[in-house]
């Protein structure tokens, strides 16, 4: 994403580039700043497209003057300037209007993300600032009244959002989580009423991760070397289709026996390299790794299904609008889903942590897509591109369901015809499984 060696212009580039092409603000809109050392404020400027902005066009700002740049600051200076002098732990700030969180400005309504626990995790608590004249004194002193209770998020009545952090890439990264999860908040009311967590299942969060032992390594073998490139690439590609924000989501690859290669916990997925993924052989991670708290789960998927050598978790927008509303989604849309999906249960939150084992033995192939509510969609296959297929698929099957219900009664595949693609593509039914395969809990 960016670090502390990049130059402030060339942070605040980086970020704003990624905030244009994910469609998170428009060519005037939004504004990004970081505070530095010496005291200086870097912010974009006023009136200069977004979407072609270059390293020159940033601002710095020293007390009330510009020290560099060729353009006037952004016009919201005011509220990024407050902020600071009331955090003094934030050291960036990023503003823009993302549909979804300028639809919950338009009600004044704030979204519910303590139905999703790895949003609270990631962002905090996010609360509403009056409104105020775009780059006005009133509304920095809203804004910084509300960052000063102690919120990470600010959701502008009537305007759009503001995220904080102690980074640019940590403000951006609550940025977008908090994006994504208005996205999936606002398409799973259109479904019903979403389901909150029971203490129960929240205390899951709160348990302390295992321990893991750990293994050196002195070379890799080309096999290694090769499934690191081709599953780089995939998380890339996963990142541009929006199917998870950055730090999110957890893709691995069996390399072979009980080896395989795993992505870290919280880190920006958008920028992984090879180097990044973690090396696991059973339950053992290699030296100086963090591999995610799925990784037990993942290992396994690959321990119960020899078949299986590729498995993702993402919580993409659409078909986690089922997960929050515990909505089964009928893979019998069209013929394509009912092969690729076929049947998807709905586990309870925390399954793949809480019972990996037994949540892994009801993967197979007549369940390769698992719905996690208030969590996740996990896929899997025999390749790294039939898990990226499900999940792609998964995602276009939901929204298409959730936009059919807005135009009028769904007809799904009927049994005769789903009965006869199974027949014709001679797909296994869950009578056809070894009798130790039950259905997964609900």
Same mark, same amino acid.
């Given at each position: ?6 130059? @402030? ?55 009330g ?5 060729r ?6 200076? @005011? ?34 993300i ?24 009133d ?5 910084a ?53 029971t ?14 032992e ?29 199917l998870?924000?950055?730090?999110s ?179 296994k ?11 997964p809990?609900?």
């Open positions: 994403m960016t670090n502390a060696f990049q130059h @402030p212009r060339e942070q605040i580039i980086a970020i704003l580039d990624r905030i244009y092409q994910n469609g998170m603000t428009t060519t005037s809109g939004g504004n990004l700043s970081i505070l530095d050392d010496q005291g200086d404020i870097w912010i974009t400027p006023a009136g200069i497209d977004k979407g072609a902005l270059v390293e020159e066009d940033v601002v710095r700002v020293r007390g003057r510009v020290v560099e740049g353009h006037e600051p952004s016009s919201e200076l @005011p509220f990024h300037r407050a902020i600071y002098q009331t955090r003094p732990d934030v050291r960036a700030v990023v503003h823009a209007h993302p549909q979804a969180m300028v639809a919950f400005s338009l009600v004044h309504r704030l979204p519910e303590s139905l999703l626990p790895r949003v609270g995790k990631v962002c905090g608590t996010i609360d509403l600032a009056a409104y105020a004249i775009p780059g006005s004194e509304l920095g002193r809203y804004i009244e509300t960052f000063g209770r102690g919120n990470n998020a600010v959701l502008m009545v009537n305007h759009g959002m503001v995220t904080a952090g102690a980074s640019l890439a940590q403000a951006f990264e609550r940025f977008e989580t908090m994006d994504f999860a208005a996205r999936s908040l606002i398409l799973a009311e259109s479904l019903g009423k979403t389901i909150s967590l203490p129960q299942e929240r205390s899951i969060d709160q348990a302390s991760p295992s321990v893991l750990e293994f050196d390594t002195e070379s890799r073998t080309p096999e290694e070397l090769a499934l690191r490139r081709q599953m780089i690439r995939l998380l890339h590609r996963i990142y541009r289709q929006r998870l924000p950055g730090t989501g957890t893709v691995s690859c069996r390399l072979e026996g009980e080896s395989f290669l795993i992505t870290p916990e919280a880190m920006d997925r958008a920028s992984l390299t090879e180097g990044d993924l973690v090396l696991m052989r059973g339950k053992r991670r290699e030296r100086g790794t963090n591999p995610p708290p799925t990784a037990a789960f993942h290992g396994e998927v690959y321990r119960a299904n020899p078949d299986l050598h590729a498995a993702i978790e993402a919580p993409t927008p659409s078909a986690l609008a089922f997960c929050l509303t515990g909505t089964s989604l009928d893979s019998r849309t069209i013929p394509e889903s009912a092969i690729v999906l076929r049947n998807i249960p709905l586990v309870e939150y925390g399954a793949s942590r809480s019972r990996p084992g037994s949540l892994a033995r009801d993967i197979s192939e007549v369940t390769p897509v698992v719905f996690v509510r208030n969590e996740t969609v996990i896929t899997v296959g025999s390749t790294l591109t039939q898990a990226f297929d499900r999940l792609e698929v998964a995602e276009f099957s939901a929204r298409s369901v959730i936009d059919g219900r807005s135009l009028g009664t769904l007809f799904m595949i009927g049994d005769q015809e789903l009965r006869d693609i199974e027949i014709k593509y001679k797909l039914r869950q009578e056809d499984l070894p009798r130790n395969r039950s259905s809990r609900v």
